[in-house]
């Protein structure tokens, strides 16, 4: 028996119509069958020539076109010429027309953007991970946003955040001990945002930390003066950078982050 030859014809790549037309050729035949993909078509010429192919080579055709005219002449033309055309994803396109009482948009391919805009977010999110809390510095120079500040300043859920944006971020905890990472000093001062906070506020925030921790509240870690301190040397590295600094004291990281989206569209 010969081996059955399928066309698939698509406005875009033709995997949706492949994967289709290859689960039911697994039922038969033994799964033995040849599938040739015409993607990318964009006119009624290129819908002829494959009808002539089809015909010639006695095989059948199963297409996704999000065009209502291509597909009412691709399935009248086959008709006409005795070649047995499915539209794969036509009817389901109909349905859900009708269902939503919506039209479609009719634009090829939107899937294959759907699953890049997934991807892209992933990648921001496994960056956002690898480079969170200064613990590669290399990532400073590839992202696209480096978030500075002091500790409990919420640059680590704030990266995540931005990173579901499609963001790719790195942040750098500022301590008056540890010098700042050289590729700080190199990094466009438009890519850098420092996170500021106030004493009382931070206090606060890092005694119910300690607290939480099962610990003293007495720590230098909560104290004020080395609080103080912290900020002072905070302070004095983003004005040697020239970066952009938000003010997080009464902020939500939903807000800053906001803020930070818009101040990277402003510039771009």
């Known amino acids: 028996m010969n081996r059955p030859l399928i066309y698939i014809l698509s406005d875009s790549v033709g995997e949706t119509a492949e994967l289709v037309v290859k689960a039911a050729l697994s039922q038969f035949n033994d799964g033995i069958f040849d599938i040739q993909r015409i993607p990318y078509i964009e006119d009624k010429e290129t819908l002829d020539e494959a009808l002539v192919q089809a015909k010639e080579k006695n095989a059948m055709i199963g297409f996704t076109l999000v065009s209502p005219e291509f597909r009412s002449y691709l399935l009248k033309q086959a008709k006409e010429n005795g070649v047995e055309c499915v539209d794969i994803m036509g009817p389901m396109m109909d349905a859900m027309e009708r269902f939503f009482n919506k039209e479609p948009k009719l634009e090829p391919g939107l899937v294959h953007?759907?699953?890049?805009?997934?991807?892209?977010?992933?990648?921001?999110?496994?960056?956002?991970?690898?480079?969170?809390?200064g613990r590669d510095p290399r990532g400073i120079a590839r992202a696209d946003i480096v978030l500075i500040g002091v500790s409990r300043t919420s640059k680590t859920p704030l990266s995540q955040y931005l990173a579901h944006k499609r963001l790719k971020v790195a942040n750098v905890p500022i301590v008056p001990e540890v010098e700042p990472p050289e590729e700080l000093f190199h990094v466009d001062p438009k890519k850098c945002i420092g996170l500021k906070i106030s004493p009382e506020k931070l206090n606060d925030?890092?005694?119910?930390?300690?607290?939480?921790?099962?610990?003293?509240?007495?720590?230098?870690?909560?104290n004020m003066e080395r609080i103080k301190q912290e900020l002072d040397h905070f302070?004095?590295?983003?004005?040697?950078?020239?970066?952009?600094?938000?003010?997080?004291?009464?902020?939500?990281?939903?807000?800053?982050?906001?803020?930070?989206?818009?101040?990277?569209?402003?510039?771009?």
């Not at 953007?113 to 809390?133: C, Q």
């Not at 925030?205 to 909560?222: C, F, H, P, T, V």
């Not at 020239?242 to 402003?266: G, L, P, Q």
């Open 205 to 222: 925030i890092r005694r119910e930390r300690l607290k939480a921790l099962g610990l003293g509240d007495q720590a230098s870690y909560a």
């Open 113 to 133: 953007k759907l699953d890049e805009d997934y991807f892209k977010r992933v990648e921001a999110i496994e960056f956002a991970v690898r480079y969170d809390d």
């Open 235 to 268: 302070n004095k590295l983003v004005d040697r950078l020239d970066c952009k600094v938000i003010d997080v004291s009464n902020k939500a990281v939903e807000e800053t982050a906001n803020v930070i989206i818009n101040m990277m569209r402003n510039q771009s």
